[in-house]
RNA sequence: GUCCUUGUAGUUCAAUGGAUAGAACAGGAGACUUCUAAGCUCUUGAUGUAGGUUCGAUUCCUACCGGGGACACCA
């Protein structure tokens, strides 16, 4: 309905003013203003020196005419300032429910990206290091864009970037040999998170364990095949087994891997082709320097003294390997924005070697996550683990479904405990901090996850005892008042083309709790199934509801249990 | 010190430059004896400070104050 009310608005403007004007069509955020509103004639008002109300007047009144309006439109009027505001019929929201409910899986389904191919990377974990609480937000973030961007009608393509070589794994590496021998055989990721831990603080004040750990970091850079290369690859390759289970608890699935160690190699050749053209030499380093103008980027070394690429030239090597495949409109990636200053220099510099790197590359970032105000380093431990965490929530999840006398399945106890996770994080824009408290951060009840699928599931059940099928004849209805879960029902489209646009699932959560909260409260004062004449219109009304709701949790990465 | 980012009820979060700044939690009150009470209804309460641009500013600009981050061989 949005483009023909804007359509019909520019006709209007044209034949009155004679000019194109940019203006909004949106809902308004008060419903009783009505379904749309349009804020052209108050940017008129500022062009024409004449008084908005007057404008709109004369707009409306043009538009009014029947043979212009296109259908489904019931009333056009002024109001306040000078905004125009649109009401549909009820027969178009009877007929949108129609739509939506045939639609099914496919509703809301954008066509923004038809045809294009997209790459996302996110919840790229450093081997040795236990998933914590930090990385569930990026996954949490990251998985949502993910399917935001096959619902765009993209081809997507999902990858992670696992860091699989570093200092700090030889320390890693050299705590395991000590301590357990070397046919050490990883069973449990906290051994070797605890080593990374130990590691760390035995490198900073021993010297003889440093250069035992540089002895193994150089075996482990060259593949030499030794007793600590061995023990390596049996813990990467259990690493990446912990990953895959614990992202896949999270809903997520990689198509493939592009990891560091590739990345150096590829990414150094890279900076060594393009010195001095685009870097330079400086204290037997190799560098960038950002041009003159650019005071928001500071120099950075991308090569070190001893020739080993850094994390900048595995970036650059990254982004090449990105796009030396199929050819890619946008490549998303997804981090904390405590780099987001290293990447502004990495694609600073990608720019000058192949400019699509940078101009086809879209960095989301996230604000990070603080546990009870203190801040996270699992460098350092004392980080909850995302396991933990999902355990921890599980077992409150079991408690209250125990007390309400109910049975849960185990897989719905699961899906309940993540979307109570995900939710804390999605709701906000990302970008800002969150302050992630156990206690208070996730909730059952209210603004939460478990809401969300408790209205849905709700609905289902409705559903279900009603045996609802979409052949009946619920269009007829003669009294029927338009509710506010229909009002909002049809806004669906818009709001994930706009998470789309922006890459914000946030806009997806503030949506599905508007909705969900007007489905509550119409439940709470209707009887939905019953003998009367609307009966069939409300429980099609209500299964178009928990389509879009399930429809709305999937782009969030939140699935719906069947009982709760 | 330079640059980036952020500041909204007691708390956690919303608000493409527009209509009366919305929710939830916490606090207070209530209904139901009807399809799932993880629900519904009512209620108390907020834009860091000072200027500026605009018909109109939470939103844009400037300064200050308070968080967070980056500043060359870690990732």
């Known amino acids: 309905m949005e483009p023909s009310i804007r ?67 019931a009333e056009i009027s002024v109001a306040g300032i000078g905004f125009i505001n649109f009401t549909l019929a009820k027969e178009f929201f009877s007929t949108k429910v129609r739509e939506v409910i045939s639609k099914g899986d496919e509703w809301g389904k954008s066509s923004v990206h038809a045809g294009k191919h997209i790459l996302v990377e996110h919840s790229s974990p450093n081997l040795f290091k236990p998933f914590h609480i ?74 003889s364990v440093q250069s035992r750990v540089k002895e193994i970091a ?30 896949a608890r999270l809903g997520s699935h990689f198509d493939d891997y592009i990891y560091e160690s590739q990345a150096g190699v590829k990414g150094k050749e890279i900076v060594l082709q393009n010195t001095p053209a685009v870097f330079t030499e400086s204290e037997g380093a190799i560098v960038y320097v950002p041009e003159e103008d650019r005071k928001d980027i500071n120099t950075a070394v991308f090569i070190n003294s001893q020739g080993n690429p850094t994390y900048e030239a595995k970036d650059i090597g990254l982004l090449s390997m990105k796009f030396s495949g199929e050819p890619l409109d946008f490549s998303i990636f997804i981090t904390d924005n405590q780099q987001v200053p290293h990447f502004q220099v990495v694609l600073a510099a990608a720019h000058k070697i192949q400019s699509e790197w940078s101009e086809k590359s879209i960095h989301v970032h996230h604000g ?34 125990l007390r309400d006398a109910q ?32 206690e208070t951060s996730l909730s059952f009840e209210g603004d939460s996850g478990p809401y969300l699928q408790y209205s849905t599931v709700r609905a289902n059940s409705i559903l279900t005892k009603s045996s609802f099928s979409l052949n009946t004849e619920y269009l007829t209805i003669k009294e029927w008042q338009t509710t506010e879960v229909e009002k909002l029902l049809i806004h669906f489209p818009e709001v994930v083309e706009r ?29 939905i199934i019953d003998d009367s004449a609307e009966s069939p219109y409300k429980l099609a009304l209500t299964k178009a509801f928990a389509q879009t709701m399930t429809n709305g949790l999937t782009l969030l990465g939140i699935s719906v249990p069947e009982k709760m």
Request: net charge negative; proline share 5%.
């Open 218 to 247: 150089d075996n482990l850079y060259t593949q030499n095949p030794s007793p600590e290369w061995t023990m390596y690859e049996r813990c990467k390759s259990f690493n990446i087994e912990y990953f895959e289970r614990i992202t």
């Open 499 to 527: 998470a789309i646009q922006e890459w914000s699932p946030h806009f997806i959560v503030t949506y599905l709790l508007e909705l969900a909260q007007a489905f509550n409260s119409w439940y709470g004062n209707t009887k």
């Open 407 to 438: 049975g849960l399945r185990p897989i719905d106890i699961d899906a309940i405990a993540i979307a109570a996770l995900k939710f804390s994080i999605l709701r906000a824009a990302a970008g800002k901090d969150i302050n992630f408290d156990p």
């Open 134 to 207: 930090g990385h569930v937000m990026n996954n949490a973030i990251g998985e949502s864009i993910d399917r935001l961007a096959k619902f765009s009608g993209a081809e997507v393509k999902t990858i992670s970037f696992p860091s699989d070589i570093s200092l700090g794994l030889a320390k890693a590496i050299f705590i395991l040999i000590e301590k357990y021998g070397e046919d050490f055989k990883p069973t449990d990721i906290a051994i070797l998170g605890d080593a990374y831990v130990e590691g760390t603080k035995r490198y900073e004040d021993d010297e």
């Open 7 to 73: 359509e019909l608005v520019t006709k209007a403007v044209q034949e009155v003013y004679g000019v194109e004007v940019v203006f909004a069509v949106e809902q308004p955020k008060d419903l009783t203003h009505g379904d749309y509103s349009t804020n052209v004639a108050l940017i008129l008002a500022k062009l024409t020196k004449v008084g908005p109300t007057e404008i709109a007047q004369k707009l409306v009144d043009l538009m009014s005419t029947p043979e212009v309006q296109p259908p489904g439109l």
């Open 368 to 401: 990070r996550m603080s546990f009870k105000g203190q801040k996270m380093s699992s460098r350092l431990g004392g980080v909850p683990l995302a396991e933990t965490v999902i355990d921890t929530v599980s077992e409150e999840v079991k408690e209250k479904a």
